[in-house]
């Protein structure tokens, strides 16, 4: 069974710093790509952060320069640096993994940016 378990979402001030994590189980890690995504309340789903099997990194226009998208194939984890995080950025944060066509989620967890 595939299991991807977000943590490290919270309540952070404008300004402030979090850093998600990832765990996965279930799937050949390293061979996957992995991504973050997010869900701003009435909002779709975007994405924030994806990194390749080769450790390339893509981030959104919103966010570049500010999070950071890292991986660990030892410890099956994928983990997401946020940095002078903004109002704007509060939403719901999903992991994802992916194969070829095949693709897995987690059940996200909350950031909320505010004063």
């Known amino acids: 069974q595939v299991k991807l378990v977000e943590s490290g979402g919270g309540l952070v001030q404008p300004g402030g710093s979090l850093r998600l994590s990832c765990t996965t189980s279930?799937?050949?890690?390293?061979?996957?790509?992995l991504g973050w995504y997010r869900q701003a309340p009435g909002k779709e789903r975007e994405e924030v952060a994806t990194?390749?099997?080769?450790?390339?990194?893509v981030y959104a226009d919103s966010v570049k320069g500010r999070f950071s998208i890292s991986r660990d194939n030892a410890k099956n984890t994928v983990y997401l640096q946020m940095d002078s995080l903004k109002p704007e950025d509060t939403a719901v944060y999903f992991c994802?993994?992916?194969?070829?066509?095949?693709?897995?989620w987690g059940t996200g967890t909350l950031v909320t940016v505010s004063s």
């Open positions: 279930g799937i050949t890690f390293r061979n996957h790509g």
């Open positions: 990194i390749t099997r080769g450790f390339s990194t």
């Open positions: 994802n993994a992916n194969l070829y066509e095949q693709h897995y």
